[in-house]
C-alpha cells in the first residue's frame, strides 16, 4: 500500500527544490553574462540598455582575443603552474597533516595555531620580502618561482584541511591492523590512505583553483611576457586609458573557466568515489 504524501511535505518540496534553482541560477549568472557578453558587437556593448541575448550574436569577440594575445600559451604555462602547485602541496601537506593529527604535542599545537595566523595575515606586506627573496634565488621571472610561493601560500590551509579529515579516521583501525601484524607504514597506506581520499582530492581541488586564479603574487613575479600565466594576459584587453575592451576581455575570460570546469568535473568524479570508498570501509 502506497504511502500518502501529505500536502505540508509537498509544500516543503516545492520550496526546497525552488531554492535550489534559484542557487543554481545565482552561481551560473556570472558565467552566462560572460557568454552574452563575448557574443555581442562593439555597437550593442555600447548600449545603455544592456540585454541578455544578443540581438546580432558574433565570434569576433573571440576571433581578436586569440588574434591579439597568446591566450593558449599563457591558458598552458598557468596549467603547468596550478597542476605542480597542487600536487606539490598535497605530497607535503599529507603526512604533516598525519603527524599533527596523531601526534599530539605542544609543538603541534603552536603549528596549527601559526596555520590559522597565516591566513589572516595581509599578504601584501610581505610582497617586497618575498620578491628580494625569490631575487637571491634567481627565480624572478620564472614558473618554478611562481610555484616556490603558491605552494608556500597554499600549504597552511592545506594542512588545516587535510589534518580534520585524518581526525575523522578512528585510530582503532590503525590498530586493529598492528595486531594483525601491519606496520605504522603498512597501515598508514593500506587502511588510512584509502579512506583520506575525499580530503585528497578536496585539497587537490582547492590547491589548483588557487594557483590557477592568482594574480598579486604573478604580478610581482612575472616580468616577461612570454611567462605570464593567464590572469596576466586577461590584463592586458584593458587600454592605456584604463578602458577595458569588453568584448575581447569577456570571451578571454570564458576560455579561462574552461580548464578548472574541466578539472572540477573530472575531480567531482573520483570525489563522490572517494566518498562511498570511505563510507564503506569506515
Excluded: C
Amino acid at each position: 500500500m502506497r504511502r500518502r504524501v501529505g500536502p505540508t511535505k509537498i509544500v516543503v518540496q516545492v520550496l526546497q527544490y525552488l531554492a535550489l534553482l534559484a542557487f543554481i541560477a545565482f552561481l551560473a549568472f556570472p558565467l552566462l553574462w560572460l557568454l552574452s557578453t563575448a557574443l555581442k558587437t562593439p555597437r550593442e556593448l555600447a548600449l545603455t540598455d544592456p540585454t541578455w541575448i544578443p540581438r546580432l550574436p558574433t565570434l569576433a569577440n573571440f576571433r581578436d582575443a586569440f588574434g591579439e594575445q597568446d591566450l593558449v600559451g599563457a591558458a598552458a604555462r598557468s596549467l603547468v603552474v596550478a597542476l605542480f602547485s597542487s600536487f606539490i602541496t598535497v605530497l607535503i601537506s599529507l603526512p604533516a597533516s598525519y603527524a599533527m593529527a596523531r601526534y599530539r604535542s605542544l609543538v603541534n599545537r603552536i603549528a596549527i595555531g601559526w596555520v590559522l595566523v597565516s591566513q589572516v595575515f595581509p599578504f601584501i606586506l610581505i610582497i617586497i620580502p618575498l620578491f628580494m627573496i625569490l631575487r637571491d634565488l634567481d627565480l624572478v621571472n620564472t614558473l618554478p618561482g611562481l610555484v616556490v610561493v603558491h605552494v608556500t601560500f597554499t600549504l597552511p590551509f592545506a594542512l588545516w584541511m587535510l589534518q580534520g579529515y585524518v581526525r575523522a579516521v578512528p585510530p582503532e583501525l590503525e590498530e586493529a591492523a598492528a595486531v594483525d601484524g601491519a606496520s605504522r607504514l603498512r597501515s598508514i597506506v593500506s587502511v588510512v590512505a584509502p579512506l583520506l581520499a575525499p580530503g585528497v582530492v578536496a585539497t587537490l581541488l582547492f590547491a589548483f583553483i588557487s594557483s590557477w586564479n592568482e594574480f598579486m603574487f604573478a604580478l610581482v613575479i612575472l616580468q616577461d611576457p612570454d611567462v605570464m600565466t593567464l590572469p596576466l594576459t586577461l590584463v592586458r584587453f584593458t587600454g592605456p586609458e584604463g578602458v577595458a575592451r569588453l568584448g575581447p576581455l569577456a570571451a578571454a575570460s570564458l576560455m579561462a573557466t574552461i580548464p578548472s570546469l574541466i578539472f572540477f568535473a573530472i575531480i567531482q568524479r573520483r570525489l563522490k568515489s572517494g566518498l562511498m570508498a570511505g563510507a564503506v570501509k569506515g
